[in-house]
Structure formats: C-alpha cells, structure tokens
C-alpha cells in the first residue's frame, strides 16, 4: 500500500516537472513565432473551428439554464429585472472560460495527446531527434501557441450566445424585456467592475488554454505501450487537464477578487 503510495506520487511529481519544463521550453521557442506562424493558425483553426459547433450549443444552453434558474429563484424576490446584470458577472468571470476550457480538454486537447502519442510509439519523435529537429519546436510550439491564443477568442464568443440565449428566456419565460434585459448587460460591461470581469476572463482563458495543450502534448510525449498506451495518455490527458482547470480557475478568482 504504502509502497504504492510512494510510486503514485514519484509519478504524479515526475509528470508535473516534465511538463513544467514543457512548458518553460516553450516559451524559450516564442522567437520562432514568425517562422512558425503558418503551423500556428493552423492549430487556431483547428482549435476553434473544431470545436465552434459545440461550444455554441453548450453556450447558448448555458445562458438559458442559469436565466431561467436564477431568474426564477430572484422572481420570488421581485428581482428577476437583474437578470442581466447577473448573468453577465457569471458567464464573463466565470461560466465561459470554465465551460469552454472543458470542451476543448475533451476534444481538441485529447485528439492532441492521441496524435502525439501515436507519433511517440510508432517512433516517429526518435526519428525527428536523429534528424536534429527538436520535437518541442515542431510539435509541441505551434500546438500550445496557437491552442492558448483561441481559448479566449472563444470564451468571448461564449459569453455573447450565452447572454443572447439568456435573453431569450428572460423574455419568453420571465417577462422581461428586451431594452431592460440589454441595458444592464451594457452597464455592466462598460462599468470597471465589468471590463475587470471580462479582463479576468479572457486571463482564465488564457491560461486553461496554456494548461490544456500543454499537459496534452506532455501526456503524448511520455505515452508508452502502444496502442494501449496511446489510450491511457490520451483519457489521463483529459482528466488532468479537468483537474487542473478547476485548481486554477479557483486560484485565479482568489487572486483578482480577494477582499
């Protein structure tokens, strides 16, 4: 058991440095943006037409969920007129950069572990390390650029359906107009406290994209055992990267909105 134990955790320690140091080396390569810039809109586009379709159901079910909730629960209160100005704190703060951080561990960010690991396996990355051409800068640079810069493209774009669903309910169901509903989401987003939610925002989305693709790329480039393996590194991918966008998106809000 407690041998166990110990092996989990030299596990758990050793990934974590390895794709620290994943990471730093990525940063070291950001002077080949340039020359890699065709590779990087190329994982942008992957990362966001990839998932658009997804994301824009998720956002605009979102928007409608947390209106018609909320709403109803303010209703007994006779203040189910603020549902703008709520669901525009909640889906720039919070719920955007969560829900599509999620997506994307699971369908960009997984296909990213598979592709790398297949790659590690079939010896394709041993053979790019005999030919001189470090992996980091083929492989793993355009992937953590490119998936980092459109997570916050897309969180914004979220946001947007999720107000527009919640409009819908707001009106349809609540009884609230429209000119009401729009002017405090625009209150909102014009006054300091907004820009200072969308600014948070759009940092949250920076850095789950940062974390996703980057744990992704670590899990592919330490897959082991084949096939099998390939689908190990590819669901640990997933989960950790869940794990570590809750663990941060806590830690961020703390930072920003500490009393």
Same mark, same amino acid.
């Given at each position: 058991?407690?041998?166990?134990?110990?092996?989990? %955790?030299?596990?758990? +320690?050793?990934?974590?440095?390895?794709?620290? #140091?994943?990471?730093a080396? $990525?940063?070291?390569?950001?002077?080949?943006?340039v020359?890699?810039?065709?590779?990087?809109?190329?994982?942008?586009? &992957?990362?966001?037409?990839?998932s658009l379709?997804?994301?824009? *159901?998720?956002?605009?079910f979102?928007?409608m969920?947390? $209106?018609?909730? $909320?709403?109803?629960? +303010?209703?007994?209160?006779?203040?189910?007129?603020?549902?703008g100005l709520?669901? $525009?704190?909640?889906?720039?703060?919070?719920?955007s950069?969560?829900m599509?951080?999620?997506i +994307?561990? %699971?369908? &960009?960010?997984?296909?990213i572990?598979a592709?790398?690991?297949t790659?590690k396996?079939?010896?394709?990355i041993?053979?790019?390390e #005999?030919m001189?051409?470090?992996p980091?800068?083929?492989?793993?640079f355009?992937?953590?650029l490119g998936f980092? +810069?459109?997570?916050?493209?897309?969180?914004?774009?979220?946001?947007i359906?999720?107000i527009?669903?919640?409009a819908?309910?707001?009106?349809?169901?609540?009884?609230?107009?429209?000119?009401?509903y729009?002017?405090?989401v625009?209150?909102?987003?014009?006054?300091?406290?907004g820009?200072?939610?969308?600014?948070?925002g759009?940092?949250?989305g920076?850095?789950f994209?940062?974390i &996703?693709?980057?744990?992704?790329c670590?899990?592919g480039?330490?897959?082991?055992g084949?096939?099998?393996?390939v689908?190990?590194?590819?669901?640990?991918? *997933?989960?950790?990267s869940?794990?570590?966008v &809750?663990?941060?998106g806590?830690?961020?809000?703390?930072?920003?909105?500490?009393?």
């Amino acid at each position: 058991m407690l041998e166990s134990f110990k092996e989990k %955790a030299n596990d758990t +320690l050793y990934a974590a440095g390895y794709t620290i #140091v994943l990471i730093a080396e $990525t940063f070291l390569n950001l002077r080949f943006a340039v020359e890699k810039r065709k590779e990087i809109l190329d994982q942008m586009f &992957i990362a966001g037409v990839g998932s658009l379709f997804v994301v824009s *159901v998720v956002a605009v079910f979102t928007g409608m969920l947390l $209106t018609l909730n $909320t709403g109803l629960g +303010l209703k007994d209160f006779g203040a189910e007129g603020q549902i703008g100005l709520l669901l $525009t704190i909640t889906l720039t703060r919070e719920m955007s950069p969560f829900m599509t951080a999620l997506i +994307l561990a %699971a369908s &960009i960010g997984s296909a990213i572990a598979a592709e790398i690991g297949t790659m590690k396996v079939s010896e394709e990355i041993d053979a790019l390390e #005999v030919m001189s051409i470090d992996p980091v800068r083929f492989l793993v640079f355009p992937r953590v650029l490119g998936f980092s +810069l459109m997570v916050p493209v897309l969180c914004v774009y979220s946001s947007i359906l999720g107000i527009l669903g919640g409009a819908l309910v707001g009106h349809f169901q609540l009884g609230i107009e429209y000119i009401v509903y729009f002017q405090d989401v625009n209150e909102r987003i014009t006054s300091i406290p907004g820009l200072k939610d969308l600014y948070t925002g759009l940092f949250k989305g920076y850095v789950f994209g940062l974390i &996703i693709s980057s744990i992704s790329c670590s899990h592919g480039l330490r897959t082991s055992g084949g096939a099998i393996g390939v689908g190990r590194a590819t669901r640990e991918s *997933v989960v950790t990267s869940f794990l570590m966008v &809750i663990f941060f998106g806590y830690v961020i809000t703390a930072i920003f909105y500490r009393e």
